[in-house]
């Protein structure tokens, strides 16, 4: 069977805690809930999750939907988004099933990434890392104000932004991320091909922008 990986990988860095980390604990249950409602997502749709603040870790290996469980976020330093950037490469790689003679690999992965403010570590290291695998629709989210959407822009042309990072605004986002893996699985599932870009996944609701420039 061929996986749709999606990672999502979190700022957990100080300047989300309270009412930003619950919302994303919120919308990661959430997430996982709505997925397990559609059939084509049961059957494809493999999830991970990775944080990073002073340094990275995986949360969850990728693991098939049914059996999926949202970690305990924690914040924990400042916002290393290079070493996050380094860390889900290096996952990506591991886990994610390349093509055989024998045998197709996995879809290419999907990946979230949301981050509430400027990285503090040397991230074009990581991001170097990061260009170097293959990946299907890469989408950042800027939450927030403290966001730099500049250096987000460096990593995907698919940056959305929040106005604030309060918990409507974040549990919007993972609203659209449920839907958007839905809609990319039942593609899958149904006709074969994957989305392959922004444009071909459901558009983003009131209140989260697309960033153009």
């Known amino acids: 069977m061929r996986r749709l990986p999606v990672y999502l990988l979190i700022d957990v860095s100080y300047s989300m805690k309270g009412a930003p980390l619950n919302a994303v604990q919120s919308g990661v249950e959430k997430l996982a809930t709505e997925l397990r ?33 949202a970690p305990i976020f924690e914040t924990r330093g400042l916002t290393a988004l290079g070493k996050g950037l380094k860390e889900l490469s290096a996952r990506i790689s591991q886990e994610v099933r390349k093509s055989t003679q024998e045998q197709k690999g996995d879809w290419k992965p999907l990946v979230f990434i949301m981050t509430d ?6 991230w074009k290291v990581g991001l170097k890392e990061f260009q170097s695998i293959k990946t299907g629709v890469v989408v950042a989210c800027a939450a ?15 940056v959305v932004k929040l106005a604030t990072a309060d918990e409507d605004s974040i549990g919007e986002f993972f609203k659209w991320v449920s ?22 996944l459901p558009p983003p609701p009131k209140g989260i922008d697309l960033v153009k420039h």
């Open 117 to 122: 403010g400027a990285p503090t570590d040397n």
């Open 144 to 158: 927030g104000k403290g966001a730099d959407t500049t250096v987000l822009k460096e990593i995907t042309p698919n």
């Open 37 to 69: 409602r559609n059939p084509h997502a049961l059957e494809t749709a493999y999830l991970s999750v990775l944080t990073f603040a002073d340094n990275a870790k995986v949360d969850v290996e990728l693991t098939e939907l049914p059996m999926f469980q």
């Open 179 to 200: 839907a958007s893996v839905g809609i990319s699985s039942t593609k899958v599932e149904s006709s074969g091909k994957e989305a392959d870009n922004f444009g071909e």
